[in-house]
C-alpha cells in the first residue's frame, strides 16, 4: 500500500494534513489577495471588532488590520519553523551518525557534547543564544535550530549504532569502500526515515518556540509581523479587546495540532511494521463476522477445529489464508500440521484464541471448541482466562517473545499469577521447578538472568516452560525448533515428547519438516493454500502419501545413508491467496493434474483415519475422491 493511502487511512493524520493544506493555500495566496497593508497604521479605527469598517478581523492598537498581519504573519512563522527544522535535522543528524558509525573515542567526546548541551532547559538556552547575538527573526531562527540539534543528534546516533553492525555494512568494509561512501550509501538511506519522522513530530514544536522568542521581544522586529510578536503587543490589551490575542492564539493552536497530527500520521505510514494498513490500534481479540452458520462438529477431542475460516482483508483485496480447515486432536495425542511457509499454518494456530492481528484479520466462519467451548466469537475475558492456561503457545523465536527487560524468572512468575492467585515467593518457587522439568541445568541460577545472557537452545526450553506453567490441556507450538541446529532440536523434540507422555498433552505441532513429524507427531494434516489436502496417520503417510503434494514434500527430505538419492524440489510457487484458482490450487503444480482438477471444488475425502483433496491420488485409499467425470453432479467454485 502506498505510503498517501497509509496516511488517508488514519483519520486524524488526513484531518491534519486537509487543515494544513488550508493553511498553506492561504499563506501562498497572500500576496495575491485583497488586503490592507499589514503595516499600515490607522489609530482612529484602532481596536476595531470583527467585522467592522471593512476589516473581516478586525483592527489592533495601532488601527493595523488583523486579518492581513495574521496572513503574512503566519507564513513567517511557518517559514522560520520549518527552516529550524531542516537546519536542526541537518546538522542533527550528521553529528549522530559520524558519532554512531565511528564509535569508541568519536562517540564519546561527540556525545558528551551534546549531553552538557542538553543539560540546559533549552528554552533558557535559546534565551542565551538570542541575547549573545541580539534580537532578530534570523537570529531566533539559529537559537530555536541550536537548541534541537541535539534531540537529533542522539536520536539519530541510536539507530546509526545499530545500522553499523549490520552485515551488509560489513560486507561493504571488505570490499574496500571509503567511510564517507559507507555513510552516504549504506547509512544515510537507512536513517532518513528516522529523520523525517523527527522532523515531522517536531516542526510544531519550533514554530511555538520561535513564537515564544517573538513573544518575549527576541524575534520578530516591529513593524514585521508573525504569531509570536502578534501575541506579545496584544497582551496590554487581553482584558479589553481580547479579539487581538485570540486571532494569533486560535492560528498557533491550529497549526500546532494540525502538524502533531499529521507527523502522528507521516510516522505510522513510514513504518514498515504497519505495510499491511493497520494503523489503528488491534483488536485484543481477532474480529469475527461469520457470513454462515457456526457448523456442528464431526470429530471429538480435547480440541476441535471445523470448516475454520480467516482472511485478511486489506483494502479492496481479501487474501483468504485459511479456507475451511478442520481439525482435532486428542488427549496425549501430537497433531503435526505440516506445509511450505504461507500455507496457512501459523494463522490456523492463532485464530484458535483470536491471536490474528485485526484489522486486517477477520474469522468469517468455521468453529473451534476446546472442552465443549466454543472459542470463536467468545467474550474476551473468556479467551483471556484461557490463554496461556488451558490452551499455551510455544513460539518459534523465544528471543522476540521474551521481554528484554525482564528476567527469565520474572516473566515465568507473572505467566502464573495472571491466571492463579499466588505469593510472589510460591510463583517463583513454581518458576524454578519448571525450569527443572525442562532439563535446565542450574535453574535457580538461569532463573535470575537475561534472555539474551542464554542460548538459543536454552530460551526455547524456557518458552516451553511458560508453555507448562499452568498446566495447559492443549499446547500450539509454531515452528518451534526451526532456527536451532540438529543437536538442540533433537533435544527439544524429545523434552516435547517426555512432556506429552507425562502430562497427557495435546500438542499441534506446526513444522515444514517431515523429519520433526516422524519423530513426534502420531497423526500429520499438510496444508496447501489455506487447505487441508491430506491427512492421516504419520506412519501411514510417509510409507505412502496419497496426495502429490505431500509425496513432493517428503521427496525433498534427505536421507542418511541413501547415498546419492536424488533430492527433488517442487517446481513453481504457491498460489496467492487472494487469486485462488479454481479447483485444485495444487494443480499448476502437478505433474497428474488434468483438466478435470481446475475446475469444481476438491472435497476432502477418505476413510476414518485417512482422508485426501486429489481426483487422482498417488495410492487408494477407500471412500477417497472420485475422478469429477465419475461424480453425477459437479460442484462449481473457486478455491483449492
Given at each position: 500500500m502506498?505510503?498517501?493511502?497509509?496516511?488517508i487511512?488514519?483519520?486524524?493524520?488526513?484531518?491534519?494534513?486537509?487543515?494544513?493544506?488550508?493553511v498553506?493555500?492561504?499563506?501562498?495566496?497572500?500576496?495575491i489577495?485583497?488586503?490592507?497593508?499589514?503595516?499600515?497604521?490607522?489609530?482612529?479605527?484602532?481596536?476595531?471588532k470583527?467585522?467592522?469598517?471593512?476589516?473581516?478581523?478586525?483592527?489592533d492598537?495601532?488601527?493595523?488590520?488583523?486579518?492581513?498581519?495574521?496572513l503574512?504573519?503566519?507564513?513567517l512563522?511557518l517559514?522560520v519553523?520549518?527552516?529550524?527544522?531542516?537546519?536542526?535535522?541537518?546538522?542533527?543528524?550528521?553529528?549522530?551518525?559520524?558519532?554512531?558509525?565511528?564509535?569508541?573515542?568519536?562517540?564519546?567526546?561527540?556525545?558528551?557534547?551534546?549531553?552538557?548541551?542538553?543539560?540546559f532547559?533549552?528554552?533558557?538556552?535559546?534565551?542565551a543564544?538570542?541575547?549573545?547575538?541580539?534580537?532578530?527573526?534570523?537570529n531566533?531562527?539559529?537559537?530555536?535550530?541550536?537548541?534541537?540539534?541535539?534531540?537529533f543528534?542522539?536520536?539519530?546516533?541510536?539507530?546509526?549504532?545499530?545500522?553499523?553492525?549490520?552485515?551488509?555494512?560489513?560486507?561493504?568494509?571488505?570490499?574496500?569502500?571509503?567511510?564517507?561512501?559507507?555513510?552516504l550509501?549504506?547509512?544515510?538511506?537507512?536513517?532518513?526515515?528516522v529523520?523525517?519522522?523527527?522532523?515531522?513530530?517536531?516542526i510544531?514544536?519550533?514554530?511555538?518556540?520561535?513564537?515564544?522568542l517573538?513573544?518575549?521581544?527576541?524575534?520578530?522586529?516591529?513593524?514585521q509581523?508573525?504569531?509570536?510578536?502578534?501575541?506579545?503587543e496584544?497582551?496590554?490589551?487581553?482584558?479589553?479587546?481580547?479579539?487581538?490575542?485570540v486571532?494569533?492564539?486560535?492560528?498557533?493552536?491550529?497549526?500546532?495540532?494540525?502538524?502533531n497530527?499529521l507527523?502522528?500520521?507521516?510516522?505510522?505510514?513510514?513504518?514498515?511494521?504497519?505495510?499491511?494498513?493497520?494503523?489503528?490500534?488491534?483488536?485484543?481479540?481477532?474480529?469475527?463476522?461469520r457470513?454462515?452458520?457456526?457448523?456442528?462438529?464431526?470429530?471429538?477431542?480435547?480440541?476441535?477445529?471445523?470448516?475454520?475460516?480467516?482472511?485478511?482483508?486489506?483494502?479492496?483485496?481479501?487474501?483468504k489464508?485459511?479456507?475451511h480447515?478442520s481439525?482435532?486432536?486428542?488427549?496425549?495425542?501430537?497433531?503435526?500440521?505440516?506445509?511450505?511457509?504461507?500455507?496457512?499454518?501459523?494463522?490456523?494456530?492463532?485464530?484458535?484464541?483470536?491471536?490474528?492481528?485485526?484489522?486486517?484479520?477477520?474469522i468469517?466462519?468455521?468453529?473451534?471448541?476446546?472442552?465443549?467451548?466454543?472459542?470463536?466469537?467468545?467474550?474476551?475475558?473468556k479467551?483471556?482466562?484461557?490463554?496461556?492456561?488451558?490452551?499455551?503457545?510455544?513460539?518459534?523465536?523465544?528471543?522476540?517473545?521474551?521481554?528484554?527487560?525482564?528476567?527469565?524468572?520474572?516473566?515465568?512468575?507473572?505467566?502464573?499469577?495472571?491466571?492463579?492467585?499466588?505469593?510472589?515467593?510460591?510463583?517463583?518457587?513454581?518458576?524454578v521447578?519448571?525450569?527443572?522439568?525442562v532439563?535446565?541445568?542450574?535453574?535457580?541460577?538461569?532463573?535470575?538472568?537475561y534472555?539474551?545472557?542464554?542460548?538459543g537452545?536454552?530460551?526455547q526450553?524456557v518458552?516451553?516452560a511458560?508453555?507448562?506453567?499452568?498446566?495447559?490441556?492443549?499446547?500450539?507450538?509454531?515452528?518451534?525448533?526451526?532456527?536451532?541446529?540438529?543437536?538442540?532440536?533433537?533435544?527439544?523434540l524429545?523434552?516435547?515428547?517426555?512432556?506429552?507422555?507425562?502430562?497427557?498433552?495435546s500438542?499441534?505441532?506446526?513444522?515444514h519438516?517431515?523429519?520433526?513429524v516422524?519423530?513426534?507427531?502420531?497423526?500429520?494434516?499438510?496444508?496447501?493454500?489455506?487447505?487441508?489436502?491430506?491427512?492421516?496417520?504419520?506412519?501411514?503417510?510417509?510409507?505412502?502419501?496419497?496426495?502429490?503434494?505431500?509425496?513432493?514434500?517428503?521427496?525433498?527430505?534427505?536421507?542418511?545413508g541413501?547415498?546419492?538419492?536424488?533430492?527433488?524440489?517442487?517446481?513453481?510457487?504457491?498460489p496467492?491467496?487472494?487469486?485462488?484458482?479454481?479447483?485444485?490450487?495444487?494443480?499448476?503444480?502437478?505433474?497428474?493434474?488434468?483438466?478435470?482438477?481446475?475446475?469444481?471444488?476438491?472435497?476432502?475425502e477418505g476413510?476414518a483415519?485417512?482422508?485426501?483433496?486429489?481426483?487422482?491420488?498417488?495410492?487408494?485409499?477407500?471412500?477417497?475422491?472420485?475422478?469429477?467425470?465419475?461424480?453425477p453432479?459437479?460442484?462449481?467454485?473457486?478455491?483449492?
Open positions: 502506498s505510503f498517501f493511502k497509509l496516511l487511512r488514519n483519520r486524524l493524520a488526513f484531518a491534519g494534513l486537509i487543515v494544513m493544506g488550508l498553506l493555500a492561504l499563506v501562498i495566496a497572500t500576496p489577495l485583497p488586503l490592507y497593508e499589514p503595516n499600515v497604521t490607522d489609530t482612529a479605527n484602532r481596536f476595531l470583527p467585522f467592522e469598517g471593512g476589516h473581516i478581523l478586525g483592527t492598537h495601532l488601527g493595523r488590520d488583523l486579518l492581513s498581519r495574521l503574512w504573519g503566519t507564513q512563522s517559514a519553523g520549518i527552516s529550524a527544522a531542516v537546519f536542526a535535522a541537518f546538522f542533527g543528524a550528521a553529528i549522530g551518525i559520524v558519532a554512531g558509525y565511528f564509535g569508541g573515542t568519536t562517540d564519546n567526546v561527540i556525545m558528551r557534547g551534546v549531553d552538557m548541551l542538553m543539560a532547559p533549552y528554552i533558557l538556552l535559546a534565551l543564544i538570542v541575547a549573545a547575538l541580539g534580537p532578530g527573526l534570523v531566533a531562527l539559529i537559537a530555536v535550530a541550536a537548541v534541537n540539534i541535539p534531540f543528534a542522539r536520536n539519530i546516533r541510536g539507530v546509526t549504532v545499530g545500522i553499523a553492525h549490520k552485515e551488509f555494512v560489513d560486507a561493504a568494509r571488505l570490499a574496500g569502500e571509503s567511510h564517507l561512501k559507507i555513510i550509501t549504506e547509512i544515510v538511506p537507512n536513517v532518513i526515515p529523520i523525517v519522522i523527527a522532523m515531522s513530530t517536531t510544531g514544536w519550533m514554530i511555538l518556540e520561535t513564537a515564544g517573538s513573544f518575549l521581544g527576541l524575534g520578530s522586529q516591529p513593524p509581523a508573525d504569531l509570536g510578536s502578534m501575541l506579545g496584544a497582551r496590554s490589551a487581553l482584558i479589553t479587546n481580547p479579539h487581538t490575542s486571532v494569533p492564539g486560535v492560528m498557533i493552536l491550529i497549526i500546532v495540532m494540525a502538524i497530527l507527523g502522528d500520521g507521516v510516522r505510522d505510514a513510514l513504518d514498515p511494521r504497519l505495510r499491511s494498513g493497520a494503523l489503528t490500534r488491534p483488536r485484543p481479540a481477532t474480529l469475527v463476522e457470513e454462515g452458520p457456526v457448523p456442528a462438529p464431526v470429530e471429538s477431542g480435547t480440541l476441535v477445529l471445523t470448516d475454520l475460516q480467516t482472511q485478511f482483508r486489506v483494502g479492496e483485496r481479501v487474501y489464508a485459511v479456507s480447515v481439525l482435532h486432536v486428542a488427549p496425549g495425542e501430537c497433531l503435526g500440521v505440516i506445509g511450505e511457509s504461507g500455507s496457512g499454518k501459523s494463522v490456523t494456530a492463532l485464530s484458535i484464541m483470536g491471536l490474528v492481528a485485526s484489522p486486517p484479520g477477520v468469517v466462519g468455521g468453529s473451534a471448541i476446546y472442552d465443549g467451548t466454543e472459542l470463536i466469537g467468545a467474550p474476551y475475558s479467551l483471556r482466562s484461557y490463554r496461556g492456561d488451558k490452551v499455551a503457545y510455544i513460539f518459534q523465536d523465544p528471543l522476540a517473545t521474551l521481554h528484554p527487560l525482564y528476567t527469565v524468572g520474572d516473566q515465568l512468575c507473572e505467566a502464573i499469577r495472571v491466571h492463579h492467585s499466588v505469593s510472589k515467593a510460591e510463583a517463583w518457587t513454581r518458576a521447578e519448571l525450569l527443572k522439568q532439563r535446565i541445568p542450574n535453574a535457580e541460577g538461569r532463573a535470575k538472568v534472555p539474551h545472557e542464554m542460548s537452545g536454552m530460551r526450553r518458552g516451553i511458560m508453555a507448562l506453567a499452568n498446566d495447559p490441556d492443549v499446547i500450539i507450538a509454531d515452528e518451534p525448533t526451526t532456527a536451532l541446529d540438529v543437536t538442540v532440536q533433537a533435544q527439544i524429545a523434552l516435547l515428547n517426555d512432556l506429552r507422555r507425562e502430562r497427557g498433552l500438542i499441534i505441532f506446526i513444522t519438516d517431515f523429519g520433526v516422524a519423530q513426534l507427531c502420531d497423526r500429520v494434516a499438510v496444508m496447501y493454500a489455506g487447505r487441508i489436502v491430506e491427512t492421516g496417520p504419520t506412519q501411514e503417510v510417509l510409507d505412502d502419501a496419497a496426495h502429490p503434494y505431500t509425496r513432493r514434500l517428503i521427496a525433498c527430505v534427505p536421507e542418511l541413501e547415498g546419492r538419492r536424488e533430492l527433488h524440489a517442487i517446481p513453481g510457487l504457491p496467492a491467496v487472494d487469486r485462488l484458482p479454481a479447483g485444485c490450487a495444487f494443480a499448476p503444480r502437478c505433474d497428474k493434474a488434468q483438466t478435470l482438477c481446475q475446475v469444481g471444488v476438491i472435497e476432502l476413510g483415519s485417512r482422508k485426501v483433496r486429489c481426483l487422482y491420488p498417488e495410492t487408494d485409499i477407500a471412500g477417497m475422491a472420485k475422478p469429477v467425470a465419475q461424480v453432479e459437479l460442484k462449481k467454485g473457486a478455491g483449492a
